[in-house]
């Protein structure tokens, strides 16, 4: 099986496991029990800003949740997929050299991840609205094609600092694969929740994730 496609239907089995498993576990006279689903754009040109040149690059986000919410705060698991969508191209750092620069040959790519929670409860409009700080942290999981090729000089007699764009070409024998399959994912979360009625709410989220900073929208059930 493809690892895009695998990776895919294992998000996609956390998510109906999420939906199957927290309704469960609710006492149905305790209205502790939450879960919910949000997703969103993010904005990775903060975290890439080192980069002089490099191809246009775009995250979007979906993620189920649930967990307890205890009152003053609430402690949930979220599953996370990311869907990247990057261009072949040029990166290069701010002053580097034509030499030194790498070629990314990239597709179908993302990243799955799996988070524990914490969120504070704080109440700005009686039964209404609640303001919901909160950070979570867990594992990584990218997946589809990063391939990257370093340059090589075309001319003789030119030192690798003074070498231009037009005199270096890309070498086929240096393909390397520089993302690491795991990586840390952390959030750190200024969300907003409106109360629907007694079990239904609505999210606005916002906050910074490692994939850069993050904004968009859920909603979620109390049981």
């Known amino acids: ?26 006492d149905h006279d305790d209205e502790e029990a939450i879960m919910g689903i949000k997703g969103g754009y993010n904005f990775p040109g903060m975290m890439l800003s080192s980069y002089e040149e490099r191809p246009d690059l775009s995250i979007y986000h979906v993620a189920a949740y649930g967990g307890y919410d205890f009152g003053i705060f609430a402690v949930t698991g979220t599953f996370w997929h990311y869907f990247v969508n990057v261009e072949d191209g040029v990166w290069r750092l701010d002053g580097q050299s034509p030499i030194d620069q790498a070629y990314i040959d990239a597709g179908g790519n993302g990243a799955i991840a799996i988070t524990a929670d914490i969120f504070f409860d704080i109440e700005v409009a009686k039964d209404k609205v609640f303001f919901n700080p909160g950070i979570g942290i867990g594992p990584m ?3 589809g094609q990063f391939e990257q090729y370093d340059y090589q000089s075309s001319v003789t007699n030119v030192p690798e600092q003074d070498l231009t764009e037009d005199q270096v070409t890309i070498d086929p024998d240096s393909k390397s694969d520089p993302l690491p399959s795991v990586l840390p994912h952390v959030h750190i979360d200024l969300d907003w929740k409106f109360l629907l009625g007694d079990n239904w709410f609505a999210t606005v989220n916002m906050g910074l994730q490692t994939t850069g900073l993050g904004i968009g929208a859920g909603a979620g059930y109390h049981f």
């Open 141 to 143: 999981f990218a997946y």
């Open 1 to 26: 099986m493809h690892k895009t496609a695998a990776f895919q239907r294992l998000f996609a089995a956390m998510m109906l496991v999420m939906l199957a498993v927290v309704p469960a576990l609710a």
